[in-house]
């Protein structure tokens, strides 16, 4: 398995409250990656990171920010929870070469009331 | 852009009948695919990948998969079930330099005693 740890693994907050997720490896990979996924939608891209302190928009951006000052940690910010951001949570992390599979961390469980 | 469609999003199969689960993809660039699966409350795990080598496609678990151009089709197959085989399945597909995926929304195989 791939060294890729996400923590928490599940939590409960309040609408309007700041939330950090971190995603942790071991591999040093150059690239990270942050998904949601809900039912009927596969996993999407919120942010992904190529380098330390180089990070880019994915497809679900709006409201989630992210940084990266460790080529093994890559951190998911929700600045103010709200309850369309209750999904579970996925890290990947890719390897350099363009043929490079993303392989994924265990999730986190977000549930916003 | 890149996109994934996955027919069906659930698909039945009796222990020991053929798996068939289709994904069919567009893409402006010859395109890297991917079929992930995931078991109940844990993250994705790479089943098989295309990366232009060969059509035929075999992965772990038995699966394997044909790239079909002319089609536009990545469908993933397996000759004869089993009940282990029961967890969603995802199609994916990469832009042009690998830096991201684009999932399809999943199909949930449910093996049948």
């Known amino acids: 398995d791939a060294g890729i740890t996400q923590s928490p693994r599940h939590k409960v907050t309040e609408t309007g409250t700041p939330v950090t997720l971190r995603c942790h490896q071991t591999e040093n990979h150059r690239y990270m990656y942050w998904y949601r996924q809900d039912p009927g939608h596969g996993l999407r891209l919120i942010h992904y990171s190529y380098g330390v302190k180089d990070t880019d928009k994915g497809e679900v951006s709006d409201g989630y920010s992210v940084s990266r000052s460790k080529t093994e940690d890559f951190l998911l910010t929700l600045e103010s929870a709200t309850s369309s951001q209750t999904s579970v949570y996925f890290c990947?992390?890719?390897?350099?070469?363009?043929?490079?599979?993303?392989?994924f961390g265990p999730g986190t469980r977000l549930l916003v009331l | 852009a890149q996109s994934v469609t996955q027919l069906g999003s659930h698909v039945s199969v009796s222990e020991g009948a053929l798996v068939l689960l289709r994904c069919n993809y567009s893409s402006s660039v010859p395109p890297y695919l991917f079929w992930y699966v995931q078991y109940p409350n844990q993250g994705l795990q790479l089943l098989l990948k295309?990366?232009?080598?060969?059509?035929l496609v075999k992965g772990i678990n038995g699966f394997e998969a044909e790239f079909k151009k002319s089609e536009t089709s990545f469908h993933l197959t397996k000759p004869s079930a089993h009940m282990s085989d029961a967890a969603e399945y995802f199609c994916a597909v990469s832009d042009g330099d690998g830096n991201k995926l684009v999932f399809g929304a999943g199909t949930i195989l449910r093996v049948k005693s």
């Open positions: 295309y990366t232009s080598a060969a059509t």
């Open positions: 990947a992390i890719r390897g350099q070469g363009v043929q490079e599979t993303q392989y």
